[in-house]
Each structure stands twice: as C-alpha cells, then as structure tokens.
C-alpha cells in the first residue's frame, strides 16, 4: 500500500486563458478501486495525462508507483494477438493471461488470431487482462465502456471488482456501482475523494447541495435583516449625537454614553454581517445546476409510424442476425437489445434511409420526418455557427439547449473538431432536440457523455414521450426511458 498525493496543482493548456486546475489538493491509496467522475469538458483524460507525466504543470505530484493507460496503443494491429499483449505485460506468463481471460469470458483462441479480426469488446478485455498482469503498476482507465454491449458490461464490472488498484473513468453508473469502493469527483471548485459507490456519493452530493441551497437563503435573509438593523442603528446614533448640541441644557454626558452605545451595537452587527458573508461565500461553489431541456415531437396521422418485416442485415454474404419483425407504435420508446455485431446499427441506418445490403422490407409511414443521432461524430469539424446553417437549425435555439447542457461560451468560439468526446455526442443529440420529428431515432447517443446530462436527458424523455427507437447499452438509461426492447440474436 502506498498513496498518491497532489499539491497545489494548478495546469492550463499554452492556447488557454483558464486554469483547468488551480491549486488542487488531494490524495489517494493505491489500493483502491476509484470511479472517476465530472462533467464534460472538467479534465478527467487531462488528469490522467498529467499522471502519465505528459504535459507540464505547477505543484506537485507524488508516486511510488508506475501509471499504465487504456486504452493501451496498439500500433500494428496485423499481429498476433499474443505477441501485442507480450508487448503490454513482458513478464507475464501464458496461463496467468488465459486464467484473465477466462474471468472476462474470452475465448483461448484469441491469443493465436490477428488483433484486428477481434471485436472491439474483444479487444478492450484484452487489453485490460493484460494490463492488469503488470504487478505493482497502477492503470488509468478511460472510458472503456464506449464499445462494450450491455453483457460485456456485466462482465467487465465483475471483472474489476476482483482487482484493485485504479481509476476508471465512466458515465455508466450501474457500471461504476458493480466495481468501486471510491469516487474522485471533479467538482466546479475542486477535486474530491469520498468513500463508497458512485450512489452513495451521488446522494451524499445532492443532500451536500440541498444544503448548501438552504444555507444560503438562510444567510442571505439574515444579512439582509442585519444590513437593515446596522442602518437603523447608525442613523439613531447619529441623531442621538446631534442632540448633544441642540437648544437649552441637555445632559451631554448621558447622551454621550447612550450614543456610542448605539455605535457600538451597530460595529457589532457589521462584524457578525461580515462573518455571514464570508459564510455564504464559501457555498455553493460546486452547484451543479440541470435546466430543464425541451422537445418538440409531431403527432403522426397513424398509430403505427414503422414495421420491420423479417429484416436480416447481410455483410461479407452472411446473416448478421436472425430475421427480426416488429412494430413503431405512436409514443413508442424501442430499445434494440443484442452483443455487439448483431446488427442493431445496420436496423437503424436502414430505418433512416442509409444503403445497408437486407433482405425484408422496412416499411416506413409516408410523409414521416426522421431525427437521426448517429454513433459516428468524426464528421464534425467547423464552428456550431456553421453546422447550424448547415443543418437548417435555429442557431440561438441550438446554442440555448448546448448552453443547458453544460456549453461555456467560450465553447461557442472553438472549432468543433477540438471538442471533446462527450462535447462532440452533445452537439448531435442537440441538434436532433432542434428538429420536429415524428420519429427519433438515435445509435447509442450516451456515450462519452456525462451523468448530470444524461439525467437531463431522460428527465426529458419522461416529460415530452417522443417516438424513439434507439440503441443503448446504459441499463440505467435503458430502464429509465423504454418502454420495449427488442433483443437480436446473431445470425
């Protein structure tokens, strides 16, 4: 057991005015399993980085011990796959990597194949088994849900629950609740360690909030209340000194005394004033504000807007899934349930009118608008100004919904290529909360994409009931929002 300590951290990219970090203060044991959570844009990779000793910065960072990442490069991946993960973990033997293996349910074959022939899920419990092979090293891992079905979750969660030792970046809290004993939260103000679960710490922050927000507009009446008595009690001071020199004998002595009575009492009340304001000052630094989002679906003339009849995506000549067969009903939220590769993408490029090589038909309600928020955002480069354009949007509309997703204004004047991930996905789901649909169609629209936005998200779902069909491996979200799922098996 050993700890990591960080003093005073304080870092800002060359290009920025604003310190990501300033003077930051914490410390963790190598021993623990932490979550690593924060909203879009707060610097959960620039953290990991600067673990990994890739940028320069002020303060301190103490360890004994070395950082590992995931994802883990792999430069050529033609090679066996045995050979890459000889490369991660050297001194491991083959049966420590096949005993991994069988933990994550990986089959022994895999070793002996190309990496690229494996499946994205494949790869990323790979990579993970062998990294964790590297006795005494602590792993940084980002975000390793992006590719993993909704079993594969399961899997991995499990997995990492019999390990220790490092931090996971990820937006998924059924995920995070499977696997850590710790949080390392990136607030607005500052960085915290907490004990427990991603919910517990989640409850234990709101009820910190909820207090907060009491707190200070029980300060702020009581300021307000003390200003009002300091003001009142000044003025009398200062009549009751001005009496002293008024017309015929007056007692001078006693109305002395009775006025620095009143000034004392009003120094009083500006100290206990001052010590309120200095009290209110220090709440609410981390609120976490979510406003409310808005969607305006169209109301379909037929109750049935889609029928999939006995569709079966083909690629490479094979049958990626069984025939499937089922209805979009008018306030409908269809959630498509299968392992990755069963064809879930393909039913929805189809749907939207994509070239996908099938057999079936897809029957689509004539005169029926679509909004499609697609997995892909390598498209997105240029100014929001000139995607809004682009895409026939209301660009103040737009940028409204972006602003309540957590977009700074200084967002507005970045090119969009130099977003992050989860600022990319924000972008396609706010553009498709512009468009009047009968029918919204979005491909995993979460990943990358914080808690607080996500919980927006279905906040709306709930409010507005638009038609959906989607596909989503966030079991929370899942739950929260469909109202049928639609599981493929593959072909």
Known sequence: MSMIRVENLTFAYPSSYDNIFENVNFQIDTDWKLGFVGRNGRGKTTFLNLLLGKYEYHGKIQASVQFDYFPYPVNNKNRLTTDILSEVCPLAEEWELLRELSYLEVRDDVLWRPFFTLSNGEQTKVLLAALFLNDGHFLLIDEPTNHLDMKARETVSAYLKRKKGFILVSHDRCFLDGCVDHILSINRSNIEVQSGNFSTWFTNF??????????????????????????????????????????????????????????????????????????????????????????????????????????????????????????????????????????????????????????????????????????????????????????????????????????????????????????????????????????????????????????????????????????????????????????????
């Not at 909030?209 to 009581?222: H, R």
């Not at 679509?370 to 026939?392: C, H, I, K, W």
């Not at 204004?409 to 498709?432: N, T, Y």
């Open 206 to 491: 709101q009820r910190q909030q909820e207090f907060e927000l009491a707190q200070n507009v029980k300060l702020k009446k009581s300021i307000d209340n003390m200003q009002k008595a300091a003001k009142r009690t000044s003025v009398w001071s200062d009549r009751i000194e001005a009496s002293k020199y008024g017309n015929g004998p007056v007692d001078r002595g006693y109305i002395g005394h009775k006025s620095a009575k009143m000034m004392k009492r009003s120094k009083a009340i500006e100290v206990r004033q001052q010590r309120a304001i200095e009290e209110k000052s220090g709440l609410l630094k981390n609120l976490e504000t979510v406003e409310d989002l808005k969607i305006a679906p169209l109301l379909y003339f037929s109750d049935t807007l889609v029928t999939f009849s006995d569709v079966v995506p083909i690629f490479d000549g094979k049958n990626v899934c069984q025939p499937i067969s089922f209805t979009v009903k008018q306030g409908e939220r269809i959630a498509l349930d299968g392992k990755n590769g069963s064809g879930k993408t393909s039913l929805l490029k189809l749907l939207v009118g994509q070239q996908i090589e099938h057999r079936g038909t897809v029957a689509i309600g004539s005169g029926m608008i679509l909004s499609y928020v697609p997995q892909d955002t390598s498209m997105l480069n240029g100014s929001l100004s000139e995607f809004a354009e682009a895409n026939r949007i209301d660009e103040s509309l737009f940028k409204a919904i972006l602003r309540k997703m957590d977009f700074s204004r200084i967002q507005f004047e970045k090119k969009m290529q130099d977003f992050s991930a989860g600022q990319k996905k924000k972008v396609l789901i706010a553009k498709s909360l512009c468009e009047q649909a009968h029918l919204y169609v979005w491909d995993e629209p979460l990943n990358y994409i914080d808690i607080y936005s996500r919980m927006q998200i279905e906040n709306l779902i709930r409010e507005f009931s638009p038609t959906m069909i989607f596909v989503e491996h966030d079991l929370a979200f899942r739950n929260a929002i469909a109202t049928q799922n639609i599981r493929l098996t593959v072909g």
